[in-house]
């Protein structure tokens, strides 16, 4: 597996990434754009830099957009350079490695606006710099506004389109410090795959609504894992704590699905699995992790599920380089 570019028409703020891209000047500015995007979310403006920096920030208050905001350095006095931007494609692509909640980046054409580069230029630089030092399993998304120039820029790719990387959440409750390890791996697991995995150990911050939090991500799930275990099983049906507020949301979204809706993957983790699967879900057909057997007896079968979703908005507005 190697890291991957891909091409996408459309605003990068519509959809969801583990990290979004901003450009800037050296002096700090931005455009209207970007400025209205910092006035509506409440980030600070960036500060000044060298022309190549990356800046990266908490994105608290659009957690079900990204979890980090970059600031990137890419005109100075109206001009740009390749070199800079392949040295931020290689900045983003080093934070992966750093940052193992961050597998997939949103980015725009950095330096094709106001410094005047040439975009087929810009994509290029920009794959130059993230592929050679990204983790294996991560993706640069560069987001093209316009259509027409989407068009003219297919030849750059390959024609099929990219298959989807669904959004999924992950819901459990652990028991102790060997339960949170494990649903953690489980996470950087599925990122190295190319699932955007979204994992409150990873992605919740102090300071955040939790409710809010639970319900974006929800929200936003192509697919959800409910991680079963003895104390998931007592607080879903006694209806305790966010677990029990949680279950009646899922259990609302599940009425409303088809019978044969593949949207709720269920991971029971205890040794006998009637000890840890919630009533609610015991018609569900369910994966079986017993501690004793870690974690490889499911979780290439989990995967492939999770990649069952339908690729059509993928076949007209994005293609990998």
């Given amino acids: 597996m190697t890291p991957i570019v891909q091409i996408k028409l459309g605003d990068l703020f519509e959809g969801s990434s583990d990290m979004i891209v901003l450009p800037c000047s050296t002096s700090g500015s931005v455009t209207p754009f970007v400025r209205r995007k910092l006035v509506n979310y409440s980030l600070p403006y ?20 990204a979890q980090f905001v970059a600031f990137a350095t890419s005109v100075k006095q109206m001009s740009s350079s390749l070199d800079a931007i ?20 949103a980015a725009p054409l950095l330096g094709a606006g106001a410094g005047g580069l040439e975009s087929r230029n810009v994509i290029q630089s920009l794959k130059n710099g993230f592929t050679r030092s990204a983790h294996a399993g991560s993706t640069l998304i560069i987001h093209v506004l316009h259509e027409s120039l989407f068009d003219s820029l297919r030849s750059l790719g390959a024609t099929a389109p990219m298959a989807s990387r669904p959004r999924v ?29 979204r994992l409150d150990l990873l992605h919740l911050h102090r300071g955040m609504d939790l409710p809010q939090w639970m ?39 599940i009425s409303r699905l088809q019978p044969d809706s593949t949207k709720y993957q269920v991971v029971v983790r ?29 979780k290439d079968e989990l995967v492939s599920e999770l990649l069952d979703i339908s690729k059509d908005e993928f076949e007209s507005t994005m293609f990998v380089l």
């Fill in 215 to 253: 319900t974006n991500e929800l929200s936003l799930a192509d697919k959800v894992i409910i991680v079963c275990n003895e104390k998931y099983k007592q607080r879903s049906e006694g209806r305790l704590g966010g677990v029990g507020w949680e279950t009646m949301i899922i259990q609302g979204d």
């Fill in 169 to 197: 959440f992950i819901s459990h409750t652990p028991a102790n410090d060997d339960d949170k390890e494990w649903v953690k791996e489980l996470a950087v697991y599925l990122k190295a795959r190319g699932i955007q995995a």
């Fill in 270 to 298: 205890t040794e006998e699995i009637e000890d840890g699967l919630p009533m609610y879900l015991q018609a569900r057909y369910a994966f079986h992790a017993r501690p004793s057997d870690g974690m490889n007896q499911f």
């Fill in 46 to 65: 960036p500060s000044r830099n060298e022309l190549g920096s990356v800046e990266i920030i908490p994105f608290i208050g659009g957690e079900n957009i």
């Fill in 86 to 105: 392949e040295e931020i494609g290689a900045q983003l692509g080093r934070f992966t490695k750093q940052e193992p909640s961050v597998r997939m980046i």
